[in-house]
């Protein structure tokens, strides 16, 4: 027979904190967060931390904390309560397939919060950039425009190659 | 805590499993043989370089995570006693990934792999022989080292269609025992008897004993077994023992009454292995069927075969249903019972070859074992489609019945031990 | 406020993006969140069954792997309620519920299937202009929906 199923912390939510800050750290931030912490759960991770509770009380909470460094802080939605045995890296042996997820995003962070502050500031992207992140086929070199980049080499191979006879010409005699 | 308690750790590569809801159960199949899952820790740097080194261009980024904790298996940063391979059925992005890496791990480890692709129907039931197969390969090499038999010991097979019993003496086979499977406990009882007449001993003379086969449990606690081991260690374990082959490669085939087996095997150690089979159309019992149809006996089916022509006959048993459909018409349209019997033989062993020999490397020599083996036709076939001779060793029939009672003699000692 | 798709649905940058510009991101975690928080019966992790497969068969057929199925009995409801949806095209990278190319084929098919709603196409920045670029043209294009959003 199959194992019935009780859910804990039905109704609740958890969301992730990241922090990615020259100025903060998670500690800093759970420290903040346990002051308005307004009966949320609060767990301190190595990224930042993990918030359970009701929705609106957790969104007060993140609200505050937003505002100690808009910048550098990124929330997320996560399905499971903080330290939940079935996606512990304790119990998996490895990190669970989203962790790798978040690393790779990690790694971006610093484009994101130099453009966050910038567009507070007011600076507009360039063109080139605007185009570097619009998705869409890279343009392929046009086909007569290859021909003639594939004559002029030939070209110029062949020119090489007589003259590199004529000196192995005057290297024989 | 002593070794036997020491959990396995089974290393787990996989896409799929979760998301189809049956990771409990290759967490539960673990679980019952005293193994546990695990995933192998890797960092996001180590799957870009892993996957880059490896040089197969999966798409799906949780393959590319399996190729990276395959490279830290090989490379034993992460230490593993198995390796479970596992990814949905029916995709082929996945079925290259899965036999690159469990060729990949079988050639460059010693780690024994086992892969499955499974659907949501996948039960926990399915995937137990499968790794109780790898947990006995990973804590029990001492056992399964084991190359002479000593004493008397009895081996009793209880497969889905037959039950065999096997009477060993001073590395002979003194009695055997082989009835067709009905009630699995009278089954064994009848055989056990019949090879005690044979051998001409009382069932008080035997030193120890060992269960394989789908009965094992019951026979093996009725009987107070010595060892009750699944088939896929007994059979490669009984193959090459009884071909002679104990050292060095081989591939064991074994087609089954109900599912397949292919092994491959080192110094008569399974490191890779596939067991099962989409439909009953490509085991023995498409075959019984045939010879009810032709209205000969099983035995001889094999000899009709042999002076058939198995290209004459257009058949498929892909699936029963539609195998026996092409028998009936082929029968109607007049083909010889002989060709007829070749198709069968042949389609089956197509059927063997294409599901599931391609989840193996086929190293020879290719030993088959089974009741099946001695039907000759299908082995003739088998060894077509494989373009290479085909050992059938003696007693052959009763393969798993002489490697659980060669490998129950290494208990007698122990019970010595402690009397 | 409106519902917004996010792909990769895993993705901390677009979930924060979206929330954090005033609408709502459908991401994985929220449908995770409704099984891990729904009684029935044990099965860890994802608390995903054989069922989850079963319902796949709504936008995927029966010979299209489980583990495909089961991913889209989490993304199919998911793209049916969004509003609009911001899809990031080179996120190789992401794992797990993301982590089957033919899913995320079939996931960003439905997403340009769905005619009436507006979508944002781009790709991850690599430098400092870039992640303004990207930052930009997400908020400008969220901040659209709420202009064109009917005051009720």
């Given at each position: 027979?199959?194992?019935?199923?009780?859910?804990?912390?039905?109704?609740?939510?958890?969301?992730?904190v990241f922090v990615e800050s020259p100025d903060i750290t998670p500690q800093h931030l759970s420290i903040r967060a346990y002051e308005i912490s307004q009966g949320v759960m609060i767990k301190e991770t190595c990224f930042g931390l993990q918030i359970t509770g009701m929705p609106e009380d957790v969104e007060k909470v993140i609200a505050a904390l937003r505002e100690m460094d808009p910048y550098h802080i990124l929330v997320k939605d996560r399905g499971f309560p903080p330290g939940d045995k079935r996606r512990c890296r304790a119990n998996l042996g490895g990190a669970r397939p989203g962790y790798f997820g978040h690393e790779f995003e990690m790694g971006l962070l610093r484009h994101i919060s130099k453009g966050l502050k910038a567009m507070e500031n007011g600076v507009k992207p360039n063109e080139k950039s605007v185009n570097a992140i619009t998705y869409h086929d890279k343009p392929l070199l046009d086909t007569e425009r290859l021909e003639e980049i594939a004559v002029s080499k030939s070209r110029e191979s062949a020119n090489k190659e007589a003259d590199t006879g004529a000196a192995n010409n005057s290297i024989t005699k | 805590?002593?070794?036997?308690?020491?959990?396995?750790?089974?290393?787990?590569?996989?896409?799929?499993?979760?998301?189809?809801?049956?990771?409990?159960?290759?967490?539960?199949?673990?679980?019952?043989?005293?193994?546990?899952?695990?995933?192998?820790?890797?960092?996001?740097?180590?799957?870009?370089?892993?996957?880059?080194?490896?040089?197969?261009?999966?798409?799906?980024?949780?393959?590319?995570?399996?190729?990276?904790?395959?490279?830290?298996?090989?490379?034993?940063s992460v230490e593993a006693d198995a390796v479970f391979i596992a990814t949905c059925f029916r995709c082929s992005e996945a079925a290259i990934v899965r036999n690159e890496l469990r060729r990949y791990i079988h050639n460059n480890s010693t780690l024994p792999v086992v892969s499955y692709s499974f659907t949501e129907r996948t039960t926990s039931g399915t995937l137990l022989t499968r790794m109780e197969a790898l947990t006995t390969i990973a804590k029990r090499r001492a056992l399964l080292a084991r190359e002479k038999q000593v004493g008397i010991t009895l081996g009793i097979d209880s497969g889905s269609a037959t039950t065999k019993a096997v009477i060993m003496k001073d590395n002979e086979i003194v009695g055997t025992g082989w009835t067709p499977t009905t009630e699995v406990l009278k089954s064994a009882?009848?055989?056990?008897n019949d090879a005690l007449t044979m051998a001409g001993l009382k069932m008080s003379d035997i030193q120890a004993i060992?269960?394989?086969?789908?009965?094992?449990?019951?026979?093996?606690?009725?009987?107070?077994?010595?060892?009750?081991?699944?088939?896929?260690?007994?059979?490669?374990?009984?193959?090459?023992?009884?071909?002679?082959?104990?050292?060095?490669?081989?591939?064991?085939?074994?087609?089954?009454?109900?599912?397949?087996?292919?092994?491959?095997?080192?110094?008569?150690?399974?490191?890779?292995?596939?067991?099962?089979?989409?439909?009953a159309g490509a085991s023995g019992r498409f075959l019984e069927m045939t010879s009810k149809r032709l209205?000969?006996?099983?035995?001889?089916?094999?000899?009709?075969?042999?002076?058939?022509?198995?290209?004459?006959?257009?058949?498929?048993?892909?699936?029963?249903?539609?195998?026996?459909?092409?028998?009936?018409?082929?029968?109607?349209?007049?083909?010889?019972?002989?060709?007829?019997?070749?198709?069968?033989?042949?389609?089956?062993?197509?059927?063997?070859?294409?599901?599931?020999?391609?989840?193996?490397?086929?190293?020879?020599?290719?030993?088959?074992?089974?009741?099946?083996?001695?039907?000759?036709?299908?082995?003739?076939?088998?060894?077509?489609?494989?373009q290479t001779e085909v050992v059938v060793p003696p007693y052959s029939q009763y393969i798993g019945s002489v490697g659980s009672a060669l490998l129950a003699s290494g208990f007698i000692d122990e019970k010595k031990k402690g009397e | 406020m409106s519902k917004v798709f996010i792909y990769p649905s895993t993705s901390l940058i677009l979930s924060d993006m979206v929330a954090r510009f005033g609408h709502e991101p459908l991401g994985a975690a929220i449908k995770i969140?409704?099984?891990?928080?729904?009684?029935?019966?044990?099965?860890?992790?994802?608390?995903?069954?054989?069922?989850?497969?079963?319902?796949?068969?709504?936008?995927?057929?029966?010979?299209?792997?489980?583990?495909?199925?089961g991913r889209m009995a989490i993304f199919g409801p998911l793209i049916e309620e969004a509003e609009a949806a911001v899809i990031v095209n080179d996120s190789d990278l992401a794992f797990g519920c993301m982590g089957c190319a033919r899913t995320d084929e079939l996931v960003k098919f439905m997403i340009r299937q769905r005619k009436d709603i507006p979508i944002l196409e781009i790709v991850y920045p690599s430098n400092e202009d870039e992640g303004l670029a990207f930052v930009d043209s997400i908020k400008n294009f969220l901040d659209g929906l709420s202009a064109k959003e009917v005051p009720k």
């Open positions: 027979m199959p194992k019935e199923y009780n859910p804990e912390f039905v109704g609740t939510v958890t969301k992730y | 805590m002593n070794d036997a308690d020491q959990k396995v750790r089974v290393a787990q590569l996989s896409c799929g499993p979760e998301h189809s809801g049956v990771q409990k159960e290759i967490d539960e199949a673990a679980a019952a043989v005293n193994a546990e899952m695990f995933f192998p820790d890797v960092t996001l740097k180590d799957v870009k370089k892993a996957y880059k080194e490896f040089g197969l261009e999966a798409r799906s980024a949780d393959l590319k995570l399996a190729i990276a904790r395959a490279k830290a298996l090989v490379d034993g009882d009848i055989v056990v060992g269960t394989t086969g789908y009965g094992r449990y019951l026979i093996g606690e009725k009987m107070k077994a010595d060892i009750i081991q699944e088939e896929l260690t007994v059979n490669s374990k009984g193959a090459v023992y009884l071909a002679d082959r104990q050292h060095g490669e081989a591939t064991v085939i074994d087609i089954g009454g109900m599912d397949n087996k292919a092994i491959s095997v080192q110094d008569g150690i399974p490191g890779t292995f596939t067991m099962g089979g989409i439909c209205g000969v006996d099983i035995t001889e089916l094999g000899p009709l075969a042999m002076k058939g022509l198995s290209k004459e006959v257009p058949m498929n048993s892909y699936c029963i249903v539609f195998g026996t459909q092409s028998l009936v018409n082929a029968l109607a349209e007049g083909h010889s019972k002989e060709n007829v019997a070749a198709a069968a033989c042949r389609s089956v062993a197509e059927q063997v070859f294409e599901q599931q020999l391609q989840e193996v490397d086929i190293k020879e020599p290719v030993i088959m074992v089974g009741g099946t083996s001695l039907i000759a036709g299908l082995v003739n076939e088998m060894g077509r489609l494989l | 969140r409704e099984r891990i928080q729904t009684p029935g019966f044990d099965s860890p992790p994802l608390q995903m069954t054989p069922e989850d497969p079963k319902k796949g068969l709504k936008y995927a057929a029966v010979e299209v792997p489980a583990g495909v199925r």
